[in-house]
């Protein structure tokens, strides 16, 4: 079955950085494009990035020259680079794919900038 693990998050001051990792399985990884979204406390869930198969890029404006997605298909991971951390960022953050019309979601990983 379609699994998808995320790991990396934590605590961090703000103007750092972390990466977070999401592992897949139960599919075939390569032909799929992939997304990261997060949830801020007491808001919906929203859209940061998302790679193509051919790892073209699109990133929320909120990240835009300081989060990069990458994606390894032979490892079958896809990454969120997040440098220059801001308070506004804390969130909790999901890894996704669309599978045959279907979302398949992570279980999330917290991420907390303080200030």
């Known amino acids: 079955q379609v699994q998808l693990v995320e790991s990396g998050g934590g605590l961090v001051q703000s103007g750092g950085s972390l990466r977070l990792s999401c592992a897949a399985s139960g599919f075939r990884f390569s032909i799929y494009s992939m997304r990261w979204y997060r949830r801020a406390p007491g808001k919906g869930r929203d859209l940061v990035a998302s790679?193509?198969?051919?790892?073209?890029?699109l990133y929320a404006d909120s990240v835009k020259g300081r989060f990069t997605i990458s994606r390894d298909n032979g490892k079958n991971t896809v990454d969120l680079q997040m440098n220059s951390l801001k308070p506004e960022d804390t969130a909790v953050y999901y890894c996704n794919a669309v599978i045959g019309g279907m979302n398949y979601w992570g279980q999330g990983t917290q991420v907390t900038v303080s200030s």
């Open positions: 790679i193509t198969t051919a790892s073209g890029t």
